[in-house]
């Protein structure tokens, strides 16, 4: 079973990488009112469209019911802007009205801090939905080394100050994964991963290195006497080259380590999934970052995927209730779904329907 917060026996999610669908950028959008005035809150026209940003991760399962949305419903076809998870609640938290994002993606919960930002822009009432799970793995070329990596191994590779042996703690001087540990590979630390506003990157930081950096003697001693202190040890990656912020598009990445063999790369399951043919992904603790090992709980990087609904934008924006409910149905994100097709692995059939209540009771409450 997963631990911590997978207390289902249940999934974990792959994700498809970010193909077909375009990328829109909420900056160009034009107000598609019949007027040509800008739109006001409690006059929606039927040109409106439902505005989506957030979690590179899922937003590639968002375009996908989006599309279906568009095609089957009377209601425009959704607008999915992919962000990051940090940069879409700062957009999502901007304000209220048809003009303003009416769903947050996200690959983690959201913080206090941006519960503050949403409430300081008068952004008052969000509901939590979750819509899968996800694996983080570790990947690389298919012609590059093999990778067998404990979270210990990670976290020695990758912070930016380890233990120096001597009470104290020094810059990390490791510049080749076999100088962490002999059993790994004679190649340069290279890492291609997402950057701070990133969803992946938190859960990579969390699930991975500080787990990993309480198997370290030191780091396990300073937790229990100073619980901020660890954690910024902890969770601060190295800034000197060896971790390289690739944006928000788990595609680039792939895609770049073919053309940089010596590099690995940190991405969702999904996205290994669909460059199988290109990439590989790396041994965690002897464990293969496969659909039955995620799903069994025995692969140790998973997250819970989510989106956000701005209750307030329900009246306002035709369709967004209905869209909502479409993302949970059955026949979207059940286990014959549509979305599974795409690579997701579905709640568990009671967490789904728990998922389906609050959609449906978000409908309800816009009825008049």
């Known amino acids: 079973m997963f631990k911590g917060f997978l207390k289902a026996a249940m999934p974990a999610a792959i994700f498809l990488a970010v193909a077909a669908c375009g990328q829109s950028d909420l900056s160009k959008l034009e107000d598609d009112s019949a007027s040509g005035a800008g739109p006001v809150a409690g006059a929606a026209t039927a040109e409106q469209k439902v505005k989506i940003v957030g979690s590179s991760t899922v937003a590639p399962f968002s375009r996908t019911i989006a599309e279906r949305f568009g095609a089957t419903t009377a209601f425009g076809t959704p607008i999915v802007e992919s962000t990051g998870t940090g940069g879409g609640f700062k957009a999502f938290c901007s304000g209220v009205g048809p003009d303003q994002p009416s769903i947050a993606n996200a690959s983690r919960p959201i913080k206090d801090s941006e519960r503050n930002l949403c409430v300081a822009a008068g952004v008052t009432s969000i509901t939590e939905i979750p819509l899968g799970y996800d694996g983080i793995v ?57 950057p701070p506003t ?62 940089s063999p010596e590099a690995i790369g940190v991405l969702g399951f999904s996205f290994l999934e669909q460059n199988g043919d290109r990439v590989k992904g790396a041994h965690l603790g002897g464990i293969d970052p496969t ?16 989106f956000y609904v701005k209750d307030q934008n329900l009246p306002l924006v035709p369709g967004l209730a209905e869209f909502v409910v479409e993302s ?41």
């Open 138 to 194: 570790i990947a690389n070329a298919k012609e590059g080394p093999e990778f067998d990596l404990t979270k210990q191994e990670l976290y020695l590779a990758l912070a930016k100050d380890i233990p120096d042996g001597k009470g104290g703690f020094m810059p990390n001087p490791y510049k080749a994964w076999n100088e962490v540990a002999p059993n790994l590979p004679a190649e340069p630390i290279l890492v291609l991963g997402p």
């Open 328 to 368: 949970v149905s059955e026949g979207a994100a059940g286990e014959d779904g549509y979305l599974v097709e795409k690579g997701l692995i579905p709640l568990h059939e009671t967490e789904l329907a728990k998922a389906q209540d609050i959609a449906a009771a978000l409908t309800a409450s816009t009825t008049p």
């Open 198 to 259: 990133s969803g992946t990157r938190d859960a990579f930081v969390e699930l991975g290195m500080e787990l990993g950096a309480l198997e370290v003697p030191e780091l396990a001693e300073l937790k229990k006497t100073d619980e901020e202190a660890f954690k910024n040890y902890a969770h601060t990656i190295r800034t000197d080259g060896a971790w390289v912020d690739f944006g928000e598009n788990d595609t680039a990445i792939a895609q770049s380590l073919v053309k």
């Open 291 to 306: 659909f039955e090992m995620i799903t069994t709980g025995q692969y140790g990087l998973a997250r819970v995927m989510y």
